[in-house]
């Protein structure tokens, strides 16, 4: 377009055409020449070139008409400066007749495909400044250009010194770099006009263009004076106005919200990973909106025809282009060229030919020829061609050489991201020069006189927040984004652009990066803060001057009934947040930006104090994680307060910030030991939180939360506050459908709830047991009693109904298991009413044990099976067993004769014992087995005892006493064998085997025959035989307690375990002695009598000689009344060796 041989000084004229947004080109809708890329092979060398087409506003593309030879171009066209249908809005930027380019136009095209930016593209600039750099070493023009870095992406754009420095000296805003140009480089600069000639070429070659798409090859009426000074002067008076460089930056003052504006790769950010939203910006910020205002004024917009992202050799670029594109027919897409005949194409017009044509893809070039505006002749030329023109002979590796040696330099010189470099080569010299004018700029009295500080700065900041948007990013980029976030800060001076300062970096390790988001919050506060102009209204607060986390004692809230006033008020004012109530002490603007930004500030700190409150309550620093959780919620509440439209996901985040409050209160409830130390976490303050909680103050009283934050010295309020947390949590998701849409969350909630449900019912109950304790005097149950157990009995169905309805079955039995155990307090409370000798098993007992055995058979119902959980069903399993056993032997102990008849309570009692039995597992090996064999023993030695008091009172009915001697026999004999598998229990087993022997001494009472009473005195002899096991193990007892030191004061007593009881030992013992001396008299009494009336028996001589010596030699030892209980055993073991040996039995 004209000749180059200023090297392409000239910058390609902008479209008047407004963009609305990004439009993408699919392959099958681009109007560009192979949209996809192409390697093309020019001259021998092979240079890689592939050019894909990224946005279009260029219309279908229409075939140039062949103008007819001695066309005069002087002469000025029909539709010359006329908008056409074939060109649509692009028109006048396709033909080169629109405004000048702006001089941020790199920023417009970065704005735009921000995804590109920082990462995936090495350079972003026009079209031009590429072939002016590509063509230095060839070119003695003066090449001017501001550099900026964005992570590994340069931006390259146009500095127009003579513009900047006429601008200068009307407003004096570049004085700085005036100065330092006139000092170093050029003292006596003075601004060049253009040529009347340039002028000249760019008129024809519109001309040109315009005849091209006409067709008719015919001159027209000349368009009005006006537009021909228009069209004369266009570019004159656009080159002087100093309007397209624009001032130092000023923020409007309020932020754009147009939806419309570009958010590419964004994602919807989900709540599960709270502590990724500590840093990330929530989706309800538009980020991408927060400078549009700004970028408009500016003229900081994309106004290229095309965007291409061209790819050359190794390097990727995104290029904007103007460049006029024809097509159709045999050429479907060929650059059209006006050339001067008298002046032959020399190198930089090739190369700019060349690189114009590989940029756009375009495979041939269209060359007319005219002389004097006269159109000559036309050639077609291909584009590979173009490096071996006549007069034009260039290497295209040099070019690639030079290229890749171009970008080295400028990624190894321009490494500070945010500073503007500036790219300088004088005219006609061979040196290039780079200066880092932020430098310079900050040596100024202004140093934010850069007018690239605010572009820059916009930049940076989306890259950032771009990479913030993208979820599967997120946390791999962190430190890029903290890079980015940091330097789009120190850019910005905060008394004039508070906005950007309102965000804030990231780091990795989770307290630090909290509380750098909490410098970073605080800082945007303050930034916020001074600019609402309304100070007189603001309530009086010193910031030095700490605000107290207030501490009150349970007795001046009015407990558990002034919670639920405060619950109430609580629900009423999340009704009412649904409906967008506003209410601001600060008197912002709802709309406006301190508006937006403070939200979401507010909003990033509640996030990042409850991120300290879970570490905290991690390390069981249960106080320090109260006082956060407190700051969390007080954040919250004053976001309430300025919320125009709650958002779900603040919703959800509330509900987690109360549960976790709910989880902290139950632990400082149950470590009440180090209530000392967890008060002195609460009531310390950093001054950083300080500042915030004053600015929270400006907007809301922050007392929203005031109930479920306070940290109290009563155990009952507590545990109430903790649950009322939970409950505010579960009513919050019963809000916009959170509860279906965060299912885990809703189950967690529940599973707290009936957790605490569970706690404050034992609380209740221990409360209650602990009263029936005191109580002894008293015959009857106490009102106080009545009111625990009500509350107790009301917690744990509330909470078995929480369980349920998440189908948590393993839970909801340990509730009704506790409800059970409620039952039997309740029945013990009315068993010590009445006098003790009087006292009988009561119809009120009898309804509670029968109320907690349905609560345990639910428990187990509930389970299913043992295999669901088997600790939990084993436990289940015991209670109900201790239950009906409980229950057995009071009615045993204290049978209702006033009510029952004597064989009803027996048959009752035998049911229950059989029950328990039932539920008594014996044979799986656990750490309660030994438990259940002694219960089990237990229950077999009470019901032989009941049916061997029932033989000895009943008379009459013959077969029911054998059934009676039957039964006591069988669970005589089963309470010893489990009794023996015991090691703890021989004092149990020695009276059971005494009960035996005492069962068969009444039915030797019953014999008539001497032979029928010799054997059962042989069973019974047998049976004293057997007892050697228990003796062997009191032994064993009393040489263990013997040989421990008599200093051992810290043990426990002997009487602590049944074994070691010597009053039972010497008791028994006795009652054994006896009982063995009046077996052996019996059985000599009955060999004496046998041998005078029968033959002589030899075995039974030899039986009562040996019953004489042993009856002999136990009345020796009971007549020693100062024997030692160690010794009196040891007698009678080797008595009953003897006895073992040959005494005794009868054959």
């Known amino acids: 377009m004209g000749d180059s041989k200023e090297g392409g000084a000239e910058s390609p004229p902008a479209g008047a055409a407004a963009r609305e947004g990004l439009s993408l080109l699919s392959q099958g809708e681009s109007e560009e020449p192979s949209a996809q890329g192409s390697a093309l092979f020019l001259g021998g060398n092979e ?22 030879e001695k066309t005069d171009l002087k002469l000025p066209p029909a539709n010359w400066l006329r908008e056409s249908a074939k060109l649509g809005p692009a028109g006048t930027t396709i033909l080169g007749n629109s405004k000048k380019s702006k001089p941020f136009s790199s920023f417009g095209m970065a704005y735009d495909f921000i995804d590109s930016v920082g990462n995936d593209v090495d350079v972003v600039s026009d079209s031009e400044n590429i072939k002016k750099l590509l063509k230095i070493p060839y070119s003695k023009s003066h090449v001017s250009m501001a550099v900026h870095r964005i992570g590994r992406t340069l931006l390259l754009d146009e500095l127009d010194i003579q513009e900047l420095f006429m601008r200068s000296s009307q407003t004096g805003d570049w004085t700085w770099l005036k100065e330092f140009y006139q000092r170093l480089i050029d003292q006596k600069w003075q601004r060049k006009k253009k040529s ?62 147009d939806p419309s504006a570009s958010s590419q790769g964004s994602e919807p950010l989900e709540p599960s990973y709270i502590l990724g939203h500590v840093a990330s910006a929530p989706k309800e910020q538009n980020l991408t909106t927060l400078f549009n205002d700004g970028e408009n004024s500016q003229g900081l917009k994309n106004d290229f025809v095309r965007n291409i992202l061209w790819t050359f050799e190794d390097i990727h670029m995104l290029v904007g282009s103007n460049m006029p594109i024809f097509g159709g027919g045999r050429y479907p897409a060929v650059s059209l060229r006006l050339r001067d005949n008298n002046k032959p194409i020399n190198v930089l017009t090739g190369i700019d030919y060349w690189l114009d044509n590989l940029i756009c893809n375009v495979p041939e070039l269209v060359m007319c020829f005219h002389v004097n505006g006269i159109v000559q002749k036309y050639e077609m030329i291909k584009t590979e061609e173009i490096p071996n023109l006549e007069n034009s002979n260039f290497s295209t590796k040099v070019i690639k050489d030079i290229a890749q040696n171009i970008l080295s330099f400028l990624k190894s010189n321009c490494t500070k991201e945010g500073h503007t470099y500036w790219l300088f080569k004088a005219s006609g010299s061979d040196i290039v020069k780079l200066y880092d004018l932020t430098t310079l700029c900050e040596e100024t009295e202004d140093k934010y006189q850069n007018p690239f500080t605010m572009p820059v700065a916009i930049l940076l900041y989306k890259v950032a927040c771009n990479m913030m948007m993208k979820k599967n990013q997120n946390k791999k980029h962190y430190g890029t984004i903290r890079t980015l976030l940091l330097n789009c800060v120190k850019l910005l001076d905060k008394s004039r652009h508070p906005q950007p300062s309102c965000t804030f970096p990231v780091c990795h390790d989770t307290e630090e990066r909290c509380r750098l988001v909490l410098s970073y919050v605080l800082e945007g506060l303050k930034s916020v803060d001074s600019s609402i102009k309304k100070e007189s209204d603001l309530p009086a607060a010193d910031p030095n001057t700490p605000i107290p986390l207030k501490y009150e004692d349970e007795s001046t809230r009015g407990g558990p009934e002034g919670l639920e006033k405060q619950m109430a008020l609580f629900l009423d004012k999340m009704g009412s947040l649904q409906k967008g109530n506003y209410s601001s002490q600060s008197g912002m603007i709802p709309g406006s930006w301190q508006h937006k930004m403070k939200l979401q500030l507010i909003l990033k700190s509640s996030k990042a104090y409850y991120v300290l409150s879970d570490a905290a309550m991690s390390l069981q620093k249960y106080g320090r994680a109260l006082r956060y959780i407190k700051l969390a919620l007080q954040s919250h509440d004053t976001y309430c307060c300025l919320c125009t439209n709650m958002l779900s996901e603040v919703l959800l985040f509330l509900s987690q910030y109360l549960t976790l409050c709910g ?102 109950m221990n409360q209650a047991a602990a009263l029936q304790s005191e109580r002894v005097v008293s015959k009857s149950v106490s009102t106080a009693e009545q009111q625990l157990w009500k509350k107790s009995f009301s917690c744990f169905e509330k909470g078995i109904h929480n369980f349920e309805s998440i189908d948590d079955a393993t839970n909801a039995a340990l509730l009704l298991c506790n409800t059970g155990r409620l039952m039997r307090i309740c029945a013990q409370a009315h068993c010590g009413a009445g006098d003790e000798f009087k006292r009988e098993f009561s119809p009120e007992e009898g309804l509670y044990y029968n109320k907690a055995v349905d609560y345990y058979l639910k428990a187990l119902r509930s389970l299913g099976t043992r295999d669901i959980h088997p600790a939990v069903w084993d436990s289940v399993n015991w209670e109900l067993s201790t239950t009906y056993f409980t229950m057995a032997t009071l009615q045993q102990d204290y049978a209702p004769l006033s009510r029952k008849a004597q064989e009803q309570i027996e048959k009752e009692v035998s049911e229950a014992m059989m029950k328990s039995l039932k539920h008594c597992d014996v044979d799986s090996v656990s750490a309660r087995q030994p438990l259940c064999q002694y219960r089990a023993a237990t229950i077999h030695h009470r019901l032989a005892s009941m049916y061997h008091s029932c033989l000895r009172n009943q008379v009459g009915d013959e077969h029911l006493r054998k059934q009676h001697r039957v039964l006591a026999d069988l669970h005589y004999s089963k309470a010893v064998k489990l009794f023996q598998l015991l090691r703890d229990a021989p004092c149990e087993l020695l009276r059971v085997q005494l009960e035996r022997v005492a069962f068969a001494e009444f039915q030797m009472t019953s014999q008539n025959s001497n032979v029928g009473k010799l054997k059962t005195l042989s069973g019974a002899l047998d049976i004293m035989v057997r007892t050697k096991h228990a003796f062997q193990l009191i032994r064993k007892e009393l040489v263990e307690e013997f040989d421990q030191p008599k200093s051992d004061e810290s043990t426990p007593a002997a009487d602590s375990s049944p074994s070691l009881n010597r009053e039972e030992v010497v008791k028994l013992l006795s009652i054994f002695e006896s009982r063995l001396s009046f077996l052996l008299l019996q059985s000599i009494k009955l060999l004496s009598s046998t041998k005078k009336k029968t033959s002589s028996n030899t075995e039974d001589d030899a039986v009562l000689k040996t019953n004489k010596q042993i009856y002999s030699q136990l ?33």
Not at 58 to 66: G, S
Not at 667 to 674: D, E, F, V, W
Request: charged share 20%.
């Open 663 to 764: 989880d902290i209160q139950l632990m400082l409830a149950q470590n009440a030991n180090n209530r000392a130390a967890h008060l002195e976490e609460f009531n310390y303050q950093t001054k950083e939180d300080q500042e915030i909680l004053h600015s929270l103050h400006r907007e809301s009283s922050c007392q929203g939360f005031a109930w479920a934050t306070d940290l109290s010295t009563d155990l009952e309020s507590q545990l109430s506050v903790s649950c009322k947390c939970y409950e505010a949590a579960n009513e919050i998701l019963q809000f916009s459908d959170l509860k279906s849409q965060n299912p885990e969350h809703y189950v967690q909630v529940l599973k707290r709830m009936g957790n605490i449900r569970n706690e404050i019912g034992v609380f209740y």
């Open 196 to 257: 009347k000639e340039h002028w000249y070429q760019k008129a024809i070659l519109s001309k040109f263009l315009y005849y091209s798409i006409n067709g008719d090859g015919a001159a027209q009426p000349v368009p009005s004076a006006a537009e021909q000074q228009e069209s004369s002067s266009s570019d004159q008076t656009n080159d002087s106005d100093g309007a397209s460089w624009p001032a130092p930056f000023e923020m409007p003052s309020s932020v754009s919200e």
């Open 1115 to 1147: 009345l020796r030892a009971t007549a020693n009344k100062n024997a030692a209980l160690l010794e009196r055993i040891d007698v009678l073991v080797h008595l009953l060796d003897q006895l073992a040996r040959g005494g005794g039995r009868v054959q």
């Open 47 to 68: 240079v890689k070139s592939r050019a894909v087409v990224k946005y279009s506003s260029a219309p279908p593309r229409t075939a140039f008409a062949r103008l007819e």
